[in-house]
């Protein structure tokens, strides 16, 4: 259900057995709306998780047993 979520707003959603990761490809001029976009996915995400009674921990902020979220912006080179 979550891949399903993710997807509604054009998120790929890679679940390991104790990491989920979020994976959306952009141009270097729709980082803005590609940064809100994933924001949206992670609140929607959230709370699909809360509504079905998940553990929530991996999205929360860092508080000394919490992992804290991770964006990594990668650059590939133009294809012609």
Same mark, same amino acid.
């Given at each position: 259900?979550? +891949?399903?979520? +993710?997807? &509604?707003? *054009?998120?790929?959603? %890679?679940?390991?057995?104790?990491?989920?990761?979020? %994976?959306?490809?952009? $141009?270097?001029?729709? +980082?803005?709306?590609?940064?809100?976009?994933?924001?949206?996915?992670? @609140?929607?995400?959230? %709370?699909?998780?809360? +509504?079905?009674?998940?553990?929530?921990? @991996?999205?929360? $902020? &860092?508080? *000394?047993?919490?992992?804290?979220?991770?964006? @990594?912006?990668?650059?590939?080179? &133009?294809? %012609?």
């Amino acid at each position: 259900m979550q +891949a399903e979520l +993710a997807a &509604r707003f *054009g998120v790929t959603l %890679h679940a390991f057995a104790d990491d989920n990761q979020l %994976h959306l490809s952009c $141009k270097t001029n729709g +980082a803005n709306l590609s940064l809100a976009a994933l924001e949206r996915c992670v @609140t929607a995400i959230s %709370h699909w998780m809360s +509504a079905n009674r998940l553990e929530n921990s @991996t999205w929360r $902020k &860092r508080n *000394g047993y919490g992992r804290e979220a991770e964006v @990594t912006w990668t650059d590939s080179p &133009r294809q %012609h």
